[in-house]
């Protein structure tokens, strides 16, 4: 047994096949790259909803400060790509419950549904923001 | 004695563990939940976005919405964690780093829900 494992540890560099560097670039493949990135920013941005959230159990001093810094205008940006992200990786995770089902593999529909998930993102974020920004209330 | 069997053969011989569906279903079913719960959450910052201490701290103690930011916390930092040990999974190559990283992914996953936990439940029971 340990001689064979030491055996398998002497690799052979062999020629490997080429990988996403050669292909072009299609939507499919794009929006699945972009899935995968959302995710991590929605990951790491959860910091942002246990700082909002921490800090209006501490009390007010402390939220005030926090919430200005949410409504500055680098705060806001960061929201708004936040917003996005939510948006991307919400749509792209429908588009894969669909596909879940062994439905819409055909090149036209993945194609459809791949320009709907960044379209679709983008049109979402702004709704949302321009009617936050414009005040209208959607309580 | 000699080894006769292959590794291939004593792998065939344990089987599968049965259980590598979970993982999959997790991830999908906390998905659905994040779905409905992301629309909230939008919603919710929408809300409070420029309300003063007072207003945004009445509308957390909501049960309702209190209730679904709980369900939010907990659906969303299991659905991360699947969705980072993936990613580990791919890139981490040797053995120790990789469960270094799953490790630390577990902690952050945890160490979110409970801050984001404790938050909500002071704000609904405390002062």
């Known amino acids: 047994m340990a001689d064979a494992k030491s055996e398998r540890s002497l690799r052979i560099e062999r020629p490997l096949s080429p990988h996403l560097q050669i292909y072009r670039p299609l939507i499919n493949m794009v929006m699945s790259i972009v899935h995968r990135i959302t995710g991590v920013a929605l990951y790491v941005g959860t910091i942002l909803l246990v700082w909002w959230l921490t800090a209006l159990a501490t009390g007010p001093d402390y939220f005030n400060t926090v919430s200005a810094i949410f409504g500055s205008l680098p705060g806001r940006v960061v929201l708004i790509g936040y917003t996005w992200a939510l948006m991307h990786h919400m749509l792209g995770g429908l588009r894969h419950l669909l596909w879940d089902t062994g439905r819409g593999f055909d090149l036209a529909t993945v194609d459809r549904l791949s320009w709907g998930t960044i379209i679709g993102s983008l049109l979402l974020t702004g709704a949302i923001w321009f009617t936050k920004l414009s005040g209208v209330s959607i309580l | ?127």
Not at chain 2, 10 to 35: K, P, Y
Not at chain 2, 37 to 45: D, R, S, T, Y
Not at chain 2, 75 to 96: A, K, N, V, W
Request: hydrophobic share 60%.
């Open chain 2, 1 to 127: 004695m000699k080894k006769m069997r292959t590794p291939l053969k004593n792998v065939r011989h344990l089987g599968s563990a049965h259980e590598g569906a979970d993982h999959f279903m997790l991830q999908r079913m906390t998905a659905v939940a994040n779905a409905v719960l992301a629309i909230f959450l939008v919603w919710l910052v929408a809300s409070v976005a420029g309300a003063d201490f007072a207003a945004a701290r009445n509308l957390v103690r909501n049960p309702f919405v209190a209730l679904a930011l709980l369900a939010l916390i907990v659906s969303g930092t299991i659905h991360m964690r699947l969705g980072m040990q993936t990613i580990i999974e791919d890139y981490f190559h040797g053995e120790g780093s990789k469960l270094v990283a799953l490790a630390l992914n577990t902690f952050f996953a945890i160490a979110v829900a409970m801050a984001c936990v404790f938050a909500v439940l002071k704000l609904s029971f405390g002062a």
